[in-house]
C-alpha cells in the first residue's frame, strides 16, 4: 500500500490584475512597491459573471476523470473562507439554505459512492489538514481499490481587498485525488502545531506576525523528526505563496538555500489560501522538478492558528 | 543604573555632606522626595547632610550658578559620577553630548576642586563593543566597534577621562548589564533585558541574534553598588579599573529565554495558556532581514518592539569573558558573596509584571 497524492489539478480565474493596477484600484493596503520587493507581481480574480468559468468544477473533474465512479469513497470540499459556504443566507425560502456546494459537486461529479462533506476554517493549512484525514482512512480501510477526492476552493468576496498581512491574494481552486495504491507523491508524514489562542486574527494579528517564524522552525524541525528525516533529505520545499522574504528569512533559519523553495509562483499567483501547494506541484512536474523518490515537504501557516507540514515522497 | 542605591548608601554611611546633582528640569523636589527615592527614612540626620543641587552636566559648569559652582569647588573633596544616558539608540551625538561632555564637565568640576581626593566614574562592561573573548580590566582602547552608541559614548568617555588622570586620581568601574534587586526584585531602571521580557510576555518576541549558549552577564542593583561604595569609599585605588559582572554562573541565552518563560508563567498562570512560543535564537543577517522587512512593512507595533530590542540584541553575536582580577584583589569574596541570577531572577520578573514595566508604582 502506498498512499498518496495520485493526481492533482487547479484553476485560476482567467483575470489577472498587476499589483500596480491593485494599487490604483485601492484595493491593497501596502504601496504596490513594498509588496513587490516582497515578491509579488499579479492577482488572479474570480469574476462574478455568468461566463465565469466554475474553477472548483474543472479543477476536479480533471483529477476525477477517467476513475471508477465506484471507487471514490469521499469527497472533502474545503474553503478557508467562511463566506464560502454562508452565502446568501438571507432566504425567505428555509430549503434554499440547503443548496449545498459539496453535494452539487458530488453530482456534477457523478461519483454516486461518495460520502461528500464540507469542511473549514482552517485558513491556508484546511488542504493539507483534508489529505491527512483522507490519508488515515484510506490505511484504516480494507477497501483495496479505494480513493478520496478533496477539492479546495477560496474565492474573496467582492469589495475585500486583494492583500492580507503583506500578502497578495488570489482566487484559486484546486483537487487531489488520494489513492491507495498512488505511484507518486506517497504520503510520509503530516504534523501539525497549534496555537488555538490566536482564533481570533485580528485581534491578535502582531501576535501572529511575530510567532510566525519561530512556530514554522518548529513545526518542521517537528515534522522532519517525526518523519525520521534530516532536513537535507529534502529535495523541494514546497511553500504557501506568502511573501518571498518571509521564505529568505525561514530558509536562513532553516539553513536551506533557497533554490530548494520552489518560489516561482509568488509573483506569477500569489497567495490563494489553500490552493498554493497544488499549483505548485502541479507546475513542478510540468516543468520536470520532481524525480521519482524525491523527498517533498509542503508548509504552511493557517489562520485559527496552525503550522502545518505535510511531506510526501515523489 | 545604580545612582540612587549607591547615593542611598553614601547618605547611610558616611559622616559627611553628600551634595546630590539633580538635572535641572522641571520643578525643584523636596528633600522628603528625594529621601523616599532613594528608599531612605525621612530622618533629620539626613535631611541635613544631603544637599540638592541642581544642574545639567552637558553644560559648562555643569549650567550652575557662579555661587553654587564655587560652592562646590569650595567644599566637595570626593566625586562619584554616575550621570548618563543608558538609553542605546540615542544618536551618537545626543549620547556624547550626555555621556562624554556631561563626563567632561564633571571632570573639570573635580580638577576645580581644590580639595578634590578622589574620583569614581560609572562605566559598562560592553566598552569592549564588538570585541569578543576575555576582555582584561586594564584592557581600553580597541578598534573592534560598537553595538550601540551607549557603548560607543561610554567608551569615549573613558578616553576622555584619560587627560585627567594627573589632575586627581581616577577609579573607574565598568558595569554589567544591572538587572534588579536581589532581595526585592526591584527595579530602578528599565532597560533592554526588561523590555526584551516584556516582549515575551507581550507575545512579540520573535527572533533573538546570538547562539544559544552566549553568556548573558547580568547582575543585582544592590550587590552592584554595594561593591562600588566598597571599591570607592573603603578601598579606593586609583588609576584602576573594575568589572562588575557575574561572571561564569551566568544564564546563557538560551536559559534565560526557558527561565524567562517559567517565570512569566509563575508570575501571571493566565499567560501560560496563551503558550506564545519562545523567540528563536538567529544569526545576527536573519535578525536583520527580518527587521527590514518590518521596518519595511511599517508595522508600527513590531517596529517599535524590534527597535526596542535592536540596539542590544546584536551584543549577544559578540560573546566575551570579563576578566575580574582587580576586583578579586580588592574584594576577593566578591564571587562568594555574589547573588544568584537563577535565585533571583523570577522576583525581578515578578516586580515587571506587578508594575506593568514600571508604568505602575
Redesign the interface.
Known sequence: MSIGIARLAYRLPTHKRSIDQLEKEGRINSPASLLSDFGFKNCYIQEKTAKSPDLLLESAKEVASGIERDSASRIFLYSGINSYFEKDNNKENALELFQYPVAKLRHALELPKANSLAISQQGCSGLLSAIDIAYHLLKSSHEENESILCATVDVLTTGTKREIMYNVMSDAAASVLITKNSDKNRIVYFHQQILPYYWDTPLHENELLASYFPMAQRAIESALWGAGLKISDIKWFVPHNVSLRSWEILAKLLHIPMERIWTNNIARVGHTVSSDHIINLVDMEQEDALKKGDYLLLFTFGFGASWSCLILQH | MVGREISSLLVQNIEADIYLLIHEQGSSPDKEKILSVLSLPDKKEFRERLKIVKGDVTKPKLGMEKGDYQGLTDNVTHIIHAAASTRFDLPIEEARKINVIGTKNVALLAKNCSRIRQFGFLSTAYISGKRTGEIKEKELEHTAGFVNTYEQSKYEAEILLKDFSNDFPISIYRLSTVFGDSKTGKVSHFIAPHQAVRMMY??????LPGTPDYSVDLISSNYTASTVFNLYWKNFKPNQTFHITHGKRSFTLKEIIDESYKQLAVADPEWS????????I??G??FD??MN?VT????P??QK?LNALNHFAHQLLYPKRFDRSNLIAVLPNYEKNLPSIQEYYGKVIQYCIKTKWGKIQ
Not at chain 2, 495558556?273 to 528563536?280: D, Q
Open positions: 507581550l507575545g512579540l518576541a520573535s527572533m495558556l496563551r503558550n506564545y512560543p519562545k523567540p528563536a538567529v544569526s543577517d536573519v532581514l527580518f522587512s519595511a512593512a511599517n508595522n507595533i513590531l518592539t
